[in-house]
């Protein structure tokens, strides 16, 4: 068989299985497998492939056809202007939470030495792309689970950073020294009824730690402004990712702890994606 051949293989088997991106994730796959670009597979589709490397690309079809997302066969998920290590002990970073790093930047300049803490680190994606480019900012990033924390760890010392993030296996209800200038998170914000009907790639294969959030969905965003109220310096900023449909019951619940809503942003979906308050009070 030649590349065209594997490709055409994998991706029939995919739609076999109502995967809409089966195209693109035979290609990826391949790639993968051959730890070679796209670009490069698709301008050589007449190279024969080996036995051995059609045995494991099959593998990886199978595993993709259970619906296991790409990055967790991969190991690997680009997000802002980097490529980050992720396992099931982590989320998938994903495009919309990029706003929040989007919005730090945009509120700081290069040479800023502002105090950061990061609420729920998991892969360590967030706060990793913002120090990267604001190399005086000092800042810690806290999770729960102490999986999340080595991935994180693995992540800042794969692109330099380690010793520029305190990384602390703690709850933000354990914190109670410091006053920082911006507290960040995507914090858990799934009801907990809602869990079943997550796609499958989600619902069965990232943790539903960093996932579920109660009955409502805001029991970790509720604690988050509550303790971030504390934590802020006069002015310091929260900025946070939401779920649909709940930005006006956050909208109260953050005025009513003394912040004032400086902008609410919508991701490519049109959907409010991403809070921005200062605390006022």
Known sequence: MNYLQTLNYGSYKLKLNNI??????????LSFILNSSREKILINQNTKIEKN??????????RRQK?????YITKKKEFWKNIFYVNEDVLIPRPETELIVEEVLNNTNISSSKRILEVGT???????????????CQSTAIDISKKALNIAKFNAKMHHLLNKINFVNIDIDKINHYKYDFILSNPPYIKKSD??????????FEPHLA??????????????IIK??????????LI????????LEIKKILINNGFYINNMIKDISSIPRIIVSTKIV
Do not use: M, V, W
Request: with cysteine.
């Open 240 to 247: 946070f990712e939401i779920g649909i449909g709940q930005h």
């Open 122 to 136: 998991g892969s360590g994606c967030i706060i990793i792309s913002i120090i990267k480019e604001r190399l005086n």
């Open 195 to 204: 869990l079943s009907r997550l796609d499958r790639g989600i619902k069965f």
């Open 228 to 237: 971030s109220k504390k934590l802020l310096k006069k002015n310091g900023k």
């Open 211 to 224: 996932l579920e959030a109660g009955i409502d969905g805001l029991r970790e965003i509720k604690k988050l």
């Open 67 to 71: 619906k296991e997302p790409i990055a």
């Open 20 to 29: 809409e991106t089966h195209i693109l994730d035979s290609e990826i796959l």
């Open 53 to 62: 490397i059609f045995y494991k690309y099959k593998k990886l079809i199978l």
